[in-house]
């Protein structure tokens, strides 16, 4: 079976049991009350190797929001895109400059609310390995390719708590070779750990 065939039958199964996802799990911690959400996508490109690796931008330090910060290639749905499939990879192929005819979609998981007003549907594909990818300088820094058994294993995941506004809000973090993964992508990467059943193997 292939990868993607593997990786197909792991979501459908996740997504047709409860996972115990709460709302802290798929909103942003600082939160609070109801904002009005645009919509956006984000691509978890799957490269497809004996490992698979999981492809991850570095924000551009001049961007205006979470420079530097390390992300998913992915941004907001146009009224141009068709679906929120549409403007990942959209956006994948601006950032990265991955064609989107390479990419074996798998299909969407969990979505994630921010506190900047997005609502984010994370889409998950599988992609050629060693693709030449080059970043939009004026989006991305750089990219990196990262094991993905080492993304989605909960033992490298830190759960941290910080005081916001008088309450105590909760984040992940993931470390991985000098570089820190944290908010919203440590947060979808949680997320879908648990509806790939990984989380139940440290338990």
Known sequence: MSLADRLRSALAQGHAREVGLTTSDTRDPRIDGELVLAPAAVLVAITDRPEPGLILTERAASL????????FPGGRVDQEDASEIAGALREAQEEIALAPEVVDVIGTTDRYHT???FDIVPVLGVIPPDLP?????DEVADWF???LSFAL?????????VQFQGVERHYYEIMWNGRRIWGITAAILA?????????RLVA
Do not use: Y
């Open 145 to 147: 390719e990262l094991p």
């Open 191 to 199: 997320n879908l750990s648990r509806r790939l059943d990984l989380d």
């Open 153 to 161: 294993d909960p033992a490298n995941r830190i759960k941290h708590a």
């Open 133 to 137: 990818l080059t970043p939009q300088a």
């Open 64 to 71: 205006r929001k979470h420079a530097g910060q390390i992300a």
């Open 115 to 117: 506190f900047t007003g």
